[in-house]
């Protein structure tokens, strides 16, 4: 059984109302949880960036063995830090976790290599409040890409048939890290799969949850920093083993 | 003879092993006592062996062990790999609070706040 959801398809720049549209509270109640693995390099200017719109951010070290977690406290993030590297899913779990004992209503989750603009999200999260969504997510292909490479185009087009048909949902992108979820979602939703598979489970349990979903636009900023971390087909295999030893082992 | 009595030693050895073990992971366990129980016996009566493999189709008493053996692997591997994903995820509780604990101690909530503004 599918829940409702509804896919607002919108051909508009991403550019959206200030900070007034959306309100204080609702800036004041959103954490932004990053999840980071050696971004050492890039973290503390994005983390910066990060807090011009959402002051409340938590960067979670998903075991780091350069100084991810010093350079994320410097710019002003909570940090938690996973000992052992566990993965990305794991990691964005953390950081649920901290944000609702912190009190969240709202989560964004942001990648830490600066992919991603806040503005997006806050622009997102502006139309999840007006339109009612429990769940906001970023599609690129309703946006903007930078820079994107042919061969991943045609990945994700790939991923995203896939991720339409298993899941029912008619959504246009496919494992893009931004995302809002509201805190009614987050305390229906548990990541189990710790590595790449999440942002398939992810969509796969909202999917399942009967919590109202909807997408806007995003830009992606691909450069070679980002590009080199990206995923490659062979990741892909690796996502659909652990999707189906999941499903095996339920 | 002396094949024999070697494999003798390691079946017997193999099914001590899996007596022990029976508690710790009863699925493995279990194969491991089959297999060299049934290894036992063969090795001492290799005629059965082949009266059994031509009875179910199969040329020679060997090809059939080649073929239950393939089939008992990939059932333990199966086992084990379950084993493993339930391992994953108790690790990651453990970490998962560990670090959550730890990161309670680095940002502690001002005592004067009600409602987590700052």
Redesign the interface.
Same mark, same amino acid.
């Given at each position: 059984m599918h829940g409702e959801s509804e896919s607002q398809i919108d051909s508009g720049t991403g550019v959206d109302a200030g900070i007034g549209a959306i309100g204080l509270d609702a800036i004041?109640g959103a954490w932004v949880v990053m999840p980071a693995f050696n971004e050492g390099q890039p973290i503390r200017a994005v983390v910066e960036q990060v807090r011009l719109v959402f002051p409340r951010v938590v960067v =979670?070290d998903d075991g780091s063995s350069d100084d991810t977690a010093a350079q994320a406290r410097a710019a002003g993030a #909570? /940090? =938690? =830090?996973?000992? /052992?590297n566990?993965g990305q899913g794991?990691a964005l779990?953390?950081g649920f #976790?901290?944000a609702l004992?912190?009190?969240a209503e709202w989560v964004i989750t942001l990648d830490s290599d600066g992919q991603h603009d806040p503005a997006d999200a806050r622009a997102l999260l502006a139309r999840a409040l007006r339109q009612g969504w429990d769940v906001g997510l970023g599609s690129r292909f309703l946006g903007q890409t930078e820079g994107m490479p042919t061969s991943r185009r045609w990945l994700l087009k790939a991923a995203l048939q896939f991720q339409n048909v298993t899941t029912g949902l008619r959504l246009t992108d496919v494992h893009n890290g931004l995302r809002v979820l509201s805190r009614r979602a987050l305390q229906r939703l548990r990541i189990?799969q710790?590595r790449m598979a999440h942002a398939s489970e992810i969509v796969s349990l909202i999917a399942d949850s009967g919590l109202k979903v909807g997408e806007g636009p995003v830009t992606i900023r691909y450069t070679a920093y980002s590009l080199a971390k990206g995923q490659s087909a062979l990741g892909a295999v690796h996502i659909l083993f652990d999707l189906l030893?999941a499903r095996l082992?339920r | 003879m002396i094949i024999s009595a070697v494999l003798s030693l390691l079946m017997l050895g193999a099914l001590g092993i899996g007596i022990v073990a029976r508690r710790r992971s009863p699925a493995v366990a279990t194969a491991l006592v089959l297999v060299s129980a049934l290894g036992l016996v063969f090795v001492w009566t290799p005629d059965a062996l082949t009266h059994i493999a031509n009875r179910v189709g199969v040329g020679r008493g060997t090809d059939l062990v080649l073929y239950l053996w393939t089939a008992i692997s990939f059932l333990v591997m199966a086992a084990l790999a379950v084993q493993l994903r339930h391992l994953h995820a108790k690790l990651t509780e453990v970490v998962r609070r560990l670090a959550l604990m730890q990161a309670r101690q680095d940002h502690p909530l001002p005592f004067d706040s009600t409602d987590g503004r700052s």
């Open positions: 004041s =979670v #909570d /940090v =938690v =830090v996973h000992p /052992v566990l794991a779990q953390t #976790d901290w004992s912190r009190g189990r710790n030893m082992s | -």
